[in-house]
Nanobody, 119 residues
Framework: VQLQASGGGLVQAGGSLRLSCRAS????????MGWFRQAPGKERDVIAA?????????YYADSVKGRFTISKDNAKNTVYLQMDTLKPEDTALYYC????????????WGQGTQVTVSS
């Protein structure tokens, strides 16, 4: 399984970006996919997640709730992160990840895409 993240870039505060993460390989046993971010000197934290099948339940960290939207296209094996009303504190390296059924840890990671928000 490989995850390929894309869509990062430089944007002014208040702007928007859309990240994409395409999975290749065996995705039939995915349970959940998520987006994480890591700013310099800080830990990598999950900011959004979505069930890969079924009800598509979502999770958002408080820091992005109401501004970011996670979605997926199972036919394209792709998960998206629509980021609106971006703030300078959203600047970080963003990673996508996939978790397998019956697992409690995140099993596969994308390579990361940089998001920089200027004030």
């Amino acid at each position: 399984v490989q995850l390929q993240a894309s869509g990062g870039g430089l944007v002014q505060a208040g702007g928007s970006l859309r990240l994409s993460c395409r999975a290749s390989g065996r995705t039939y046993n995915f349970n959940r996919m998520g987006w994480f971010r890591q700013a310099p000197g800080k830990e990598r934290d999950v900011i959004a997640a979505i069930d890969w099948s079924g009800d598509s339940n979502t999770y958002y960290a408080d820091s992005v709730k109401g501004r970011f939207t996670i979605s997926k296209d199972n036919a394209k094996n792709t998960v998206y992160l629509q980021m609106d009303t971006l703030k300078p504190e959203d600047t970080a390296l963003y990673y996508c990840a996939a978790r397998l059924i019956t697992r409690s840890s995140w099993d596969y990671w994308g390579q990361g895409t940089q998001v920089t928000v200027s004030s």
